[in-house]
């Protein structure tokens, strides 16, 4: 993986978040989340929450094990970005929304300034970008 887990999967630093999403708790992920964001908007906080989970439940649901996640934050809080590694074989795309699901994409697509995913030769990584800016008033 693309950033190595030590003794403690889940870490805290000023500026980023680093979690194992097979063993941390939703709330808990999203607690150090807003810990992390607390100095942005309401509104940034919230996209970037419901972003965040959208790419977790991804993973969870469609991905494979292992599966980690990333958060960080440039010292201007411009733009966050947030990473979603698993080793599951596909790949995010949208598609029509139905009883199954289908909207997680839909909203990523929405709420992030940009997204996309990248192949590594054992995961893929989806990634999500936030400007920040944007909900400054």
């Known amino acids: 993986m693309a950033t190595p887990m ?3 999967p889940h870490r805290t630093t000023d500026r980023s978040v ?3 999403l097979d063993l941390i708790a939703p ?5 150090m989340m807003r810990t992390l964001l607390a ?3 309401e509104m940034a906080v919230a996209d970037a929450i419901q972003v965040f989970d ?16 990333r958060v960080s934050l440039p010292a ?3 733009l966050l970005r947030i990473e979603v590694d698993d080793t599951g074989p596909g ?3 949208p598609r029509p929304p139905d009883g199954t699901g289908g909207r997680g994409i839909l909203l990523i ?14 995961h893929k990584t989806v990634w999500a970008e936030i400007a920040v800016d944007r909900h400054r008033g």
């Open 6 to 8: 030590t003794d403690d």
């Open 91 to 93: 790949d995010p795309r």
């Open 76 to 78: 201007d809080c411009s």
């Open 27 to 31: 709330a808990r992920a999203r607690a």
């Open 109 to 122: 697509d929405r709420l992030a300034t940009a997204w996309a995913h990248n192949r590594h030769h054992d």
């Open 39 to 41: 100095p942005l908007p």
């Open 54 to 69: 959208e790419l977790a439940t991804n993973a969870r649901r469609h991905g494979r094990a292992p599966r980690r996640a």
């Open 18 to 20: 680093a979690m194992d």
